[in-house]
């Protein structure tokens, strides 16, 4: 875990971070997760000077060739590289069926030199392949992605220090924890319940000592939930759903959402967006996280966090 206040308050001061009170201090994921990279990179070098050239070693299994998946796998192995993570990637043709991905697995699984494995979702391949039953083939030990019903079975049952946490509600936890705000006896908000990110969210604000409300499409008067929350994260993947006039005044926000809409003005023609209305949210809210560089780098760094956690574990039972 990073130390909270004094990095905070020099980002805030250099003005990486507003501190206006009428407008909301902005928590800057891609500061936060800079200093993270900082302090695994001396961890990693400890260990390969500790056990003679030892590195973490970490695989992306992906199936087919989409370009975002692609684009998410070049950043993950890029960040691996400059901590010193032994990253490899590993692509099977979009032909494969079930029983190659699982082999492929299987095969990792047993691998002593790869500390972490990722399956790349959504799995690009033109037969039919459950996407529960792979995820649930990679061994709970090498489960950086903290998918699996093992460790989310334990997240849902408060065992937080015996399980991979998922990677975006860890980095949200963060992102919240650097506010300074007090998480236990809070009221927080999830919107969303994916598997991936409403879903953990629930849980480790749960067992932080929140009071901790889920909401998607069927809950009724959201507006109404929001303006409840000390704490409001967001994974609803809806382009700037969440007005700035639905928070509580100085409530912290958290925007998972990853969104392209029209924009003449940028040469693609399109621009990235929240699911919390950025500008309205801005002058209501606290704290707020920005998108892009708020959720997204933590996200990543977390996926590193996880591994050399995992490589720890390794050396300590090896």
């Given at each position: 875990?990073?130390?909270?206040?004094p990095h905070?308050?020099r980002?805030?001061?250099?003005?990486c971070?507003?501190?206006s009170r009428s407008?909301a201090?902005i928590?800057?994921?891609?500061?936060?997760?800079?200093?993270?990279?900082?302090r695994?990179?001396k961890?990693?070098?400890?260990?390969t000077s500790?056990f003679?050239?030892?590195?973490?070693?970490?695989?992306?299994?992906q199936?087919g060739?989409?370009d975002d998946?692609?684009l998410?796998i070049?950043?993950k192995?890029?960040?691996a590289?400059q901590?010193?993570i032994d990253?490899?990637h590993?692509?099977?043709?979009?032909?494969?069926?079930?029983?190659?991905v699982?082999?492929?697995?299987?095969?990792?699984n047993?691998n002593?030199?790869?500390?972490?494995?990722i399956?790349?979702?959504?799995?690009?391949s033109?037969n039919?392949i459950d996407t529960?039953?792979?995820?649930?083939?990679?061994?709970?030990?090498k489960?950086?992605?903290?998918?699996?019903?093992?460790?989310?079975?334990?997240l849902?049952?408060?065992?937080?220090?015996d399980?991979f946490?998922p990677?975006t509600?860890?980095?949200?936890?963060?992102?919240i924890?650097?506010?300074?705000v007090?998480?236990?006896?809070?009221?927080?908000?999830?919107?969303?319940r994916?598997?991936?990110v409403?879903?953990?969210?629930h849980d480790?604000?749960?067992?932080?000592?929140?009071?901790?409300?889920?909401?998607?499409s069927?809950?009724?008067?959201l507006p109404?939930?929001v303006s409840?929350a000390?704490?409001?994260?967001v994974?609803?993947?809806?382009?700037?759903?969440?007005?700035?006039e639905?928070?509580k005044?100085g409530a912290?926000?958290?925007?998972?959402?990853?969104?392209?809409?029209?924009d003449?003005?940028?040469?693609?023609g399109?621009?990235v967006?929240?699911?919390?209305?950025?500008a309205s949210?801005?002058?209501r809210a606290?704290?707020i996280?920005?998108v892009p560089?708020g959720?997204g780098?933590?996200?990543?760094a977390?996926?590193?966090?996880?591994?050399?956690?995992s490589?720890?574990?390794?050396l300590?039972?090896d």
């Open positions: 875990m990073l130390s909270s206040g905070f308050m980002l805030a001061a250099s003005g971070l507003g501190s407008i201090t928590i800057s994921g891609k500061e936060m997760s800079k200093l993270l990279r900082e695994l990179k961890e990693v070098q400890k260990m500790e003679s050239g030892f590195k973490p070693g970490l695989l992306v299994l199936v060739d989409r998946s692609n998410y070049s950043t192995l890029k960040a590289a901590i010193g990253a490899k590993v692509r099977l043709p979009n032909t494969a069926t079930q029983h190659e699982l082999q492929s697995i299987m095969s990792v047993e002593r030199s790869i500390h972490g494995l399956v790349q979702l959504p799995l690009d033109v039919a529960e039953l792979i995820i649930n083939a990679v061994s709970p030990e489960d950086v992605d903290g998918l699996t019903c093992i460790n989310a079975g334990k849902s049952r408060g065992e937080l220090n399980c946490l990677c509600p860890r980095g949200c936890m963060e992102l924890r650097h506010t300074g007090t998480v236990a006896g809070s009221s927080a908000v999830v919107i969303g994916s598997k991936i409403g879903a953990p969210m480790l604000l749960l067992w932080n000592h929140a009071t901790v409300t889920t909401c998607h069927k809950t009724r008067d109404e939930q409840r000390d704490i409001l994260v994974g609803a993947g809806k382009a700037e759903m969440i007005r700035g639905w928070l005044e912290v926000v958290i925007d998972c959402g990853i969104n392209h809409i029209p003449p003005t940028k040469e693609s399109k621009r967006v929240g699911d919390v209305h950025y949210a801005s002058q606290g704290f996280t920005p560089g959720v780098p933590m996200t990543v977390m996926l590193m966090e996880n591994t050399v956690q490589t720890r574990r390794f300590k039972h």
